[in-house]
């Protein structure tokens, strides 16, 4: 089975409202690799991206890993 690691960036300001979404441009081959990566991913992704809204939104980084069903083209 192959994976897809997905990021949502939500804002934990006034309860969680989640604006912004990210796919990782890699493919993983375990659940495992791909849900490690996504700590990863989220900190360097809130970091380089949203470094300046942070604290005055209050955002955090959900994420999911993704089965991809047969083969993507």
């Known amino acids: 089975m192959k994976y897809i ?4 960036v939500c804002s934990f300001q006034t309860g969680m ?3 912004d979404s990210h796919i990782v441009p890699l493919e993983f081959t375990t659940y495992q ?5 996504g ?7 809130l970091k380089e991206l949203y470094g300046d809204r942070i604290e005055e939104e209050k955002l955090a980084i959900k994420f999911h890993c ?3 069903i047969g083969e993507q083209a």
């Open 66 to 68: 993704k089965e991809i």
């Open 17 to 19: 409202f989640c604006t």
């Open 39 to 45: 700590y990863k991913s989220s900190h360097n992704t």
């Open 5 to 8: 690691l997905i990021l949502y």
């Open 33 to 37: 690799d791909c849900i490690l990566q």
